[in-house]
């Protein structure tokens, strides 16, 4: 059974500050890797994709990926309340066409 | 261009009765994904399909459930019958080829 694990939160952080959102995956094979934000009653929008070790940078947004530790993190930089939503992290493993999420961090940026 | 398109927006019915959700995925993509969201269990992939045709069902709870895709712009989902059980959001995704998935709106079912 695939998992996909997260912190569900509430993760607070004040306007400006930078949010870090963590995430472990149990398939060692897993091949890409997304994050998707889920404003309430909204549905999932993707935001990052990242396919390989190391950074990925877009705009205030920056995905990490350590495939030896199996883990996978969204930092925020410079905080909005705009920004407070669930963030899903999603992984899909070799030869499949799977997604399968997290439950979610909610994040909420305090004015 | 328009994004994925899921009819009706909201469902109530009773216990019971069929439902039936309905999708239109964006034009040129060739993947398609029923997806039922709950606060317990999170976002849960039913079924997909890739150019119309069903590759993986395991995620559908049980015989109650079914999905079509008789062409490469509408798929529907069907239950019947429905169950309390079955009150959650389905969403319907698409994607070109196996990457990226973009979300249609949902439709949120209440069962009675």
């Known amino acids: 059974q695939k998992e996909v694990e997260q912190n569900s939160g509430p993760l607070s952080v004040p306007e400006g500050a930078i949010a870090s959102l963590n995430c472990t995956y149990s398939?060692?094979?897993?091949?890409?890797f997304f994050w998707y934000r889920q404003y309430s009653g909204k549905s999932p929008e993707l935001i990052m994709s990242?396919?390989?070790?190391g950074d990925k940078e877009d705009g205030r947004f920056t995905a990490q990926l350590n495939k030896a530790s199996q883990y996978v993190s969204l930092l925020i930089r410079d905080s909005q309340p705009s920004d407070s939503a669930t963030y899903l992290c999603?992984?899909?493993?070799?030869?499949?066409?799977?997604?399968?999420f997290g439950k979610g961090t909610k994040l909420s940026v305090i004015p | 261009d328009a994004g994925v398109i899921q009819s009706p927006r909201h469902e109530v019915t009773e216990m019971g009765q069929e439902v039936t959700l309905r999708c239109k995925p964006i034009s040129g993509h060739d993947y398609l994904f029923w997806y039922r969201q709950t606060m317990m269990r999170g976002l849960e992939l039913l079924i997909y399909?890739?150019?119309?045709?069903?590759?993986?069902d395991s995620g559908m709870p049980e015989d109650r459930f079914s999905a079509k895709m008789p062409n490469a712009s509408f798929s529907t989902l069907k239950i019947q019958p429905s169950e309390p059980r079955d009150s959650a959001v389905y969403f319907c995704?698409?994607?070109?080829?196996?990457?990226?998935?973009?979300f249609g709106p949902g439709t949120r079912l209440t069962v009675l």
């Open positions: 995704a698409s994607s070109l080829q196996e990457n990226e998935q973009f």
């Open positions: 399909f890739n150019n119309n045709v069903p590759i993986d």
């Open positions: 999603a992984v899909i493993g070799a030869g499949s066409y799977q997604l399968t």
């Open positions: 990242i396919y390989s070790n």
């Open positions: 398939d060692r094979v897993s091949q890409s």
